[in-house]
């Protein structure tokens, strides 16, 4: 009984951390296929894997750079978005990924990896408003430049989370 003790101590941390923070993982980057490139392939839906991760699931299951993405599970793959919602909420689980390769369609069966959910937080660091009065009390002219100057802010504060977006 001591043993089972201190075995459940040291797996139910384990379990804990594989909770709601992991999602599934598969390895691949791809990239939705444009109207032009599904009469090429001759694919009514899809994704193009552009590459596969190192030790992935995808790599362990046979997946290749140039293979297409056309279901998981019966599901039918319409986008990258779609491929992806599939995939996290299949955390460790095998599943039957339909591709089309060389002019021909295969199945791969892939057990699904987990990973931790990527998120960030920002944090903005925003002074307090001065007095309603102070602002009346200023010129129209120092109004519109600071109105301008905080335009200016805005546009890079948007730019710099485009940036994370894409990392």
Same mark, same amino acid.
């Given at each position: 009984?001591?043993?089972?003790?201190?075995?459940?101590?040291?797996?139910?941390?384990?379990?804990?951390?594989?909770?709601?923070?992991?999602? +599934?993982?598969?390895?691949?980057?791809?990239?939705?296929?444009?109207?032009?490139?599904?009469?090429?392939?001759?694919?009514?839906? +899809?994704?193009?894997?552009?590459?596969?991760?190192?030790?992935?699931?995808?790599?362990?299951?046979?997946?290749?750079?140039?293979?297409?993405?056309?279901?998981?599970?019966?599901?039918?793959?319409? !986008?990258? &978005? +779609?491929?992806?919602?599939?995939?996290?909420?299949?955390?460790?689980?095998?599943?039957?990924?339909?591709?089309?390769?060389?002019?021909?369609?295969?199945?791969?069966?892939?057990?699904?990896?987990?990973?931790?959910?990527?998120?960030?937080?920002?944090?903005? !660091?925003?002074?307090?408003?001065?007095?309603?009065? !102070?602002?009346?009390?200023? +010129?129209?002219?120092?109004? &519109?430049?600071?109105?301008?100057?905080?335009?200016?802010?805005?546009?890079?504060?948007?730019?710099?989370?485009?940036?994370? &977006?894409?990392?």
């Amino acid at each position: 009984m001591k043993n089972l003790y201190c075995i459940l101590l040291l797996v139910l941390p384990v379990i804990s951390f594989a909770g709601e923070d992991m999602i +599934g993982y598969l390895g691949v980057n791809a990239e939705d296929l444009s109207s032009a490139m599904k009469v090429a392939l001759g694919v009514d839906n +899809g994704v193009l894997i552009e590459s596969v991760a190192d030790m992935s699931p995808a790599h362990d299951g046979g997946l290749k750079a140039g293979d297409v993405i056309i279901e998981v599970d019966g599901v039918k793959i319409a !986008d990258n &978005k +779609g491929l992806k919602e599939i995939v996290s909420a299949r955390t460790n689980e095998k599943v039957k990924v339909k591709i089309y390769r060389d002019r021909a369609h295969a199945t791969k069966t892939i057990k699904l990896g987990a990973r931790e959910k990527s998120s960030f937080n920002i944090k903005f !660091d925003v002074p307090p408003l001065p007095d309603l009065k !102070d602002i009346l009390s200023r +010129g129209t002219e120092e109004i &519109k430049k600071e109105v301008e100057s905080l335009k200016k802010e805005i546009e890079l504060i948007k730019r710099d989370l485009e940036e994370l &977006k894409k990392k």
